[in-house]
């Protein structure tokens, strides 16, 4: 659960008053307050935003979540004190993760969202005039209805009768099904030592669980975590590794989320080619998709499939593969606290 601190002079005091709400700006004491939010991206570094107030937080059988009204980024999703989606930049996320992949594709009808539970990775499917069947899978019913009654950008997209909503394991949910899929989205939490997904970036997963569920032509995607020229290294270039191992054709791609701090990648994988133009995406774009997109467009596609010289090569260089046993995980926690300044 995030932390609400007494805080002075940026000083943390380490007085904790959990479940407190956030009341903006105030003079207390000679001080200003303001209740702030503060991730550890790294040992030493930490990334920390002002926020308006605290809107929920709690515990579920699988994970604590947080609902934070933040000054720079609007409504902020946090779980198990990572923030995972911002009301003002999670469309260069959801855009980038759903369009490439099915914009590849030439006819994508059925589809399968390991995750994805806030509903966003469903609303940006849904515009696809394709598709005639998502399923969406989240082990977390209770984060499911929390997204369901506080996101309202999402309410469409639960109501949609496309939409088939299932609570369970993604994993035990590919494994029962017979059906099988165009595309295999993986919208999953970051894999974090301790949490619930670490297990559903592994070799044996991609391998006997997701490919065999994929259609002829069929393609996988994943969001794949922080993708900077530093920050690349934590699960990135192995995940890239691994989906090497399993599938002929992988193309890792990334883009600057100002919510995030960083830079943040996904990575696309099939056993047929990715050879669709900027020009034939943005055709296909305008004759499948409902709305225009804010964010992605096939220059935009062509320039985060470019990635830097240093990333690049580490990625060429890579040999980890993830399984189980040798998991890899991202770094770090967030806090919310409260804090005086003069």
């Known amino acids: ?6 805080c002075s002079n940026g000083i943390n005091s380490g007085n904790n008053i959990n479940g407190v709400h956030g009341n903006g700006n105030s003079i207390v004491g000679g001080y200003r307050k303001s209740c702030w939010y503060e991730e550890e991206i790294e040992e030493n570094l930490r990334w920390c935003f002002a926020l308006n107030s605290i809107l929920h937080t ?54 399968f969202i390991m995750g994805g539970g806030e509903g966003s990775t469903a609303r940006e499917l849904l515009r696809h005039n394709t598709v005639v069947k998502v399923v969406m899978c ?12 506080y996101l309202v950008v999402n309410r469409e997209a639960f109501c949609d009768p496309r939409l088939e909503l299932i609570i369970n394991d993604a994993r035990a949910e590919l494994e029962g099904r017979d059906e099988s899929y165009d595309v295999i989205v993986g919208d999953l939490a970051d894999p974090i030592a301790g949490g619930p997904c670490y297990k559903l970036y592994t070799k044996s997963f991609y391998e006997s669980v997701v490919k065999p569920r ?17 920050s690349h290294t934590e699960v ?30 996904w990575i696309m994988a099939s056993d047929s080619p990715f050879v669709v133009s900027a020009d034939e995406l943005d055709l296909r774009m305008k004759q499948r998709i409902k709305g225009e997109n ?19 090569k580490s990625l060429d260089n890579e040999t980890h593969v993830y399984t189980e046993k040798s998991a890899r995980f991202i770094y770090g926690h967030g806090t919310a606290y409260k804090h005086n300044q003069d």
Request: charged letters at 20%; glycine letters at 8%; a negative charge.
């Open 1 to 6: 659960m995030g932390e609400i601190s007494s």
């Open 58 to 111: 709690g515990s579920t059988q699988y994970q604590e979540i947080q609902l934070l009204d933040t000054k720079p980024f609007g409504k902020a999703l946090v779980i198990d004190g990572k923030l995972q989606s911002a009301e003002i930049d999670e469309f260069i996320y959801h855009e980038s993760l759903v369009h490439p992949a099915l914009l590849h594709h030439p006819n994508p009808k059925a589809i």
């Open 138 to 149: 989240d082990i977390d019913e209770e984060v499911v209805d929390f997204c369901k009654s």
């Open 214 to 230: 994929l259609n002829q032509g069929g393609i996988f995607v994943t969001q794949a975590g922080p993708a900077g020229v530093f």
């Open 236 to 265: 990135f270039s192995c995940i890239y590794n691994t989906l090497r191992q399993v599938f002929k054709y992988v193309v890792p791609y990334s883009a600057h989320i100002p919510s995030y701090a960083d830079i943040w990648g």
């Open 294 to 312: 804010r964010y992605l467009d096939g220059k935009t596609f062509t320039s985060n499939s470019t990635l830097s010289k240093a990333v690049r």
